[in-house]
């Protein structure tokens, strides 16, 4: 079934540790993005690419970190985490953002960091 | 900064009337305007779009209205049901690669 999938669903992670969270789509969508969920503050985008090889910055992307090596992965990275990570993060994809398209969401990562 | 504002972030109605959420968006350049629904749990999902050239789009109880010159958007729901409560999310391509979202409603519908 095509569609965009994350990994770990869920997962509790010490402070100062290094963590990937993963994500991939096979619609072949050009533009990927991540967002972390926190209560009260809607969606707040981390990271975005607009196609392989390419990634830019969104509103809070301070202690992360992302690739694009090909049009299907996005992972986003944690360097070294902190209690204020804590969050359900989403990644998603739209075929072209350019042009202003549905964006697929994954299920989400729920990251408690202790 | 680029940024989308939302209201209200919680709405409560009686089932049966009708529900408006309400955004504004910063940037000039913004041409795309998708509203998403959230349920409890799940993962945000589309519900209506709009894209700048058109002022108002329908498809049965749900309606969306742009106002381009005023930079708002705004979410009709009608004849509202148990199943519409959830969180609901207006979000802006501005004029870049990347989606900004508001900060969310909560609509609770009242049986």
């Known amino acids: 079934i095509a569609g965009i999938t994350q990994a770990p669903t869920s997962q509790i992670l010490a402070a100062g540790r290094r963590m990937t969270l993963r994500c991939t789509q096979d619609m072949r969508h050009n533009a990927m993005y991540w967002y972390r969920q926190d209560l009260g503050l809607g969606l707040r985008l981390i990271h975005y690419?607009?196609?392989?090889?390419?990634?830019g910055k969104g509103e809070v992307p301070d202690g992360y970190s992302v690739s694009r090596a090909n049009t299907d992965d996005f992972p986003l990275t944690l360097a070294s985490a902190v209690p204020s990570q804590t969050s359900v993060y989403f990644c998603?994809?739209?075929?072209?953002?350019?042009?202003?398209?549905?964006?697929?969401f994954g299920q989400g990562t729920r990251l408690t960091v202790v | 900064g680029e940024n989308v504002e939302q209201h209200p972030s919680t709405l409560s109605v009686q089932e049966g009337d009708s529900a408006v959420i309400k955004c504004t968006y910063s940037d000039s350049a913004s041409n795309y305007f998708p509203w998403y629904k959230q349920e409890l749990g799940k993962r945000p999902q589309l519900i209506i779009d709009?894209?700048?050239?058109?002022g108002e789009k329908k498809d049965q109880r749900i309606a969306v209205t742009l106002n381009k010159t005023a930079k708002h958007f705004s979410l009709h729901i009608t004849e509202t049901q148990p199943e519409d409560s959830a969180v609901y999310f207006c979000?802006?391509?501005?004029?870049?690669?990347?989606?900004?979202f508001g900060t969310g409603t909560r609509l609770k519908v009242l049986a």
């Open positions: 998603a994809s739209s075929p072209d953002a350019g042009i202003g398209t549905e964006a697929f």
């Open positions: 690419s607009n196609t392989a090889g390419t990634t």
């Open positions: 709009i894209r700048s050239n058109v």
């Open positions: 979000a802006a391509n501005l004029g870049t690669y990347k989606y900004i």
